[in-house]
């Protein structure tokens, strides 16, 4: 079972759609990761996040720990926002990241 | 923008040809992550450095794999021997650690892609 997991796998919305990506891990963090991958490779962070939520635009990233859960909402989503989305956690003491598999999201016009 | 550099962003190479890729973190982050990425997977830590340190290797790094951080600046990563099964991108990251041991920002490179034909 991987330390990390996501899901969906893929998703596929309409443009404005509201989209949730989850994401489930079974080891102690310091941090919690949301990031972008574009086709091409470059990684972006969106979120690090401990505790709460936290929302930058249109997107919206919450965290459980208790449940050891975290979301990721994109409202009003757009075309633009297609891309793999990842969560990843650091462990303690070090930055290190454990990436889940992605999440490969396509939005249609 | 002096973010995370990474070069060649790509390299094709024949079987059991070496490669080395480089690395250049944002000028004053003290961590440097190297981590590898094949299709559809999420990325696989290879390594990391605190400053010059090597302070872990991944069980993923064989003894075909090795890499450096002189001066605690840039990173170089060289695959000897490559295989076929090295084929995926290899990224690399950089973080300030300061008074918090974890927990801070992470900045990404854009990556090298390496095919062994």
């Known amino acids: 079972k991987n330390e990390v997991e996501q899901s969906p796998q893929n998703l596929t919305a309409q443009e404005g759609e509201f989209i949730t990506i989850n994401c489930s891990y079974s080891v102690g963090i310091s941090a919690l990761h949301w990031l972008q991958q574009h086709p091409g490779g470059g990684i972006v962070s969106l979120f690090m996040l401990s505790s709460g939520k936290k929302k930058h635009g249109r997107l919206i990233a919450t965290i459980n720990i208790q449940e050891k859960h975290s979301s990721l909402h994109i409202t009003a989503s757009h075309p633009r926002d297609s891309a793999v989305y990842i969560c990843?956690?650091?462990?303690?003491?070090?930055?290190?990241?454990?990436f889940g598999t992605g999440t490969r999201l396509q939005v249609f016009p | 923008d002096t973010g995370v550099s990474q070069n060649p962003r790509h390299k094709i190479t024949k079987r059991g040809q070496n490669v080395t890729f480089r690395c250049d973190p944002i000028s004053e982050h003290n961590r440097l992550y190297w981590y590898r990425q094949t299709l559809g997977q999420g990325p696989e830590f290879l390594t990391y450095f605190q400053n010059e340190a090597q302070l872990e290797k991944s069980r993923l790094l064989s003894d075909r794999f090795s890499a450096e951080r002189p001066k605690g600046s840039f990173s170089t990563l060289e695959i000897q021997r490559t295989e076929q099964g090295d084929s995926a991108m290899y990224l690399c990251?950089?973080?300030?650690?300061?008074?918090?041991?974890?927990?801070?920002?992470?900045?990404f490179g854009e990556g090298s892609w390496l095919t062994v034909v």
């Open positions: 990251a950089s973080s300030l650690a300061s008074y918090r041991s974890s927990g801070n920002t992470i900045y």
């Open positions: 990843a956690v650091s462990l303690y003491n070090t930055d290190k990241l454990i």
